[in-house]
């Protein structure tokens, strides 16, 4: 069989939430069915370490795709033309963009809905443009997957999709999360906080991820318990233009704060381990990866409580109302305060990670294509 892939953000020099999907996944695929061809459609020049097999064909399409002018373009044309040049069986999206024009049998991913639900966090051009297509992605699969139980309720309701044409495989997370040695715990906050402890949040600056009220209820227990010694890193980069100048914060609260910006994984995992809490309280998340790298490395979490985070983090966290400044900040000081705490959730986020592998999500989606093809 053939098997095209859109593979357009596997990017060697940033890959982020659609391309590691991808990377993990599409690559397992490749290695482990090598009876199989797959078709692999880029948007640009490629870097060969994405070709995981002799049993893949590279294709760079145009135009880049980055734009919804250009995303309609490239799926509805180019992609459509591709498939039908190279006799495809089926095409699967892994960031749930379809063609629409096209005949071919499709999968897509869909990892979340957001936009349906907070439509102001997005640019007017990207918001009209996934609130009018993404329905009908929805109902051109041939099956969808997701990565949680909810993101699959919510895709149901909001598009009115049948139960079972949608399957849910969890994420996982990269092996280079682990645990380390006291002595390194020690390095890394020597190296990124100065010498000091440090909380920790990861993910791009988008309005969805709440660091503005992250950081107000770290100013809250930096000025009420000035005993607490953190210091705040955020690990992660603009999502669209500006979203960094958006997030406020007072002259005072800059020296106890760090923006690393995009990290290398090793790098990222290493910071990862060395916090001694991690800190992710979005509002909306279709699975929250960060949170299995967390509980790999075994560091405490405090968590937000709406969407999908409690279904991944289970008893592995202590929760708040992201919406609440107040109860992120009380909830803030009791886990920076409390050592048993901090104990009893990294043994259960340890054991908890056991749980997300992405040979377990490859081994789904592999399902659900074979079951496709069989059709």
Request: proline share 5%; glycine share 6%.
């Amino acid at each position: 069989m053939r098997i095209a892939v859109n593979t357009r953000f596997l990017l060697s020099t940033k890959m982020e939430g659609f391309g590691w999907y991808t990377y993990e996944v599409v690559k397992r695929l490749v290695e482990e069915h090598p009876e199989h061809e797959f078709i692999f459609f880029f948007d640009r020049k490629f870097d060969e370490k994405f070709i995981f097999g002799d049993n893949v064909t590279p294709v760079v399409l145009s135009p880049q795709a980055r734009h919804p002018i250009l995303f309609r373009i490239w799926f509805d044309f180019s992609v459509k033309r591709a498939l039908k040049k190279y006799d495809v069986d089926l095409f699967f999206s892994p960031d749930g963009f379809l063609s629409l024009k096209s005949s071919i049998p499709q999968v897509n991913v869909i990892h979340d809905i957001n936009f349906e639900h907070n439509p102001e966090d997005l640019p007017k051009n990207a918001r009209k443009y996934l609130k009018k297509y993404f329905p009908k992605f929805a109902q051109k699969s041939k099956h969808i997957l997701t990565v949680s139980e909810y993101s699959k309720q919510d895709i149901c309701k909001t598009y009115g999709i049948d139960e079972s044409k949608v399957t849910v495989a969890w994420n996982g997370a990269s092996e280079a999360f682990r645990p380390i040695s006291l002595d390194d715990k020690k390095k890394a906050e020597a190296k990124y906080a100065g010498g000091q402890p440090y909380l920790l949040f990861v993910g791009a600056l988008h309005p969805r991820k709440n660091v503005q009220r992250l950081i107000a209820a770290f100013e809250q227990v930096k000025n009420d318990h000035p005993e607490l010694p953190y210091k705040l890193i955020i690990a992660g980069e603009e999502l669209f233009s500006g979203s960094k100048k958006s997030v406020a914060i007072s002259n005072e609260l800059r020296k106890h704060i760090h923006f690393t910006g995009h990290l290398k994984l090793e790098e990222l995992a290493f910071l990862m381990a060395g916090a001694t809490v991690f800190t992710f309280v979005p509002y909306f998340e279709g699975f929250g990866i960060p949170l299995v790298e967390a509980m790999r490395c075994g560091t405490p979490i405090l968590s937000g409580d709406k969407t999908s985070l409690p279904e991944v983090a289970g008893e592995a966290a202590l929760y708040c109302n992201p919406f609440d400044v107040s109860d992120i900040a009380e909830k803030l000081k009791l886990i920076c305060s409390d050592d048993d705490l901090r104990i009893k959730l990294s043994e259960k986020g340890l054991e908890r990670s056991k749980l997300f592998s992405w040979d377990s999500s490859a081994e789904k989606v592999w399902g659900v294509l074979t079951s496709i093809l069989k059709d």
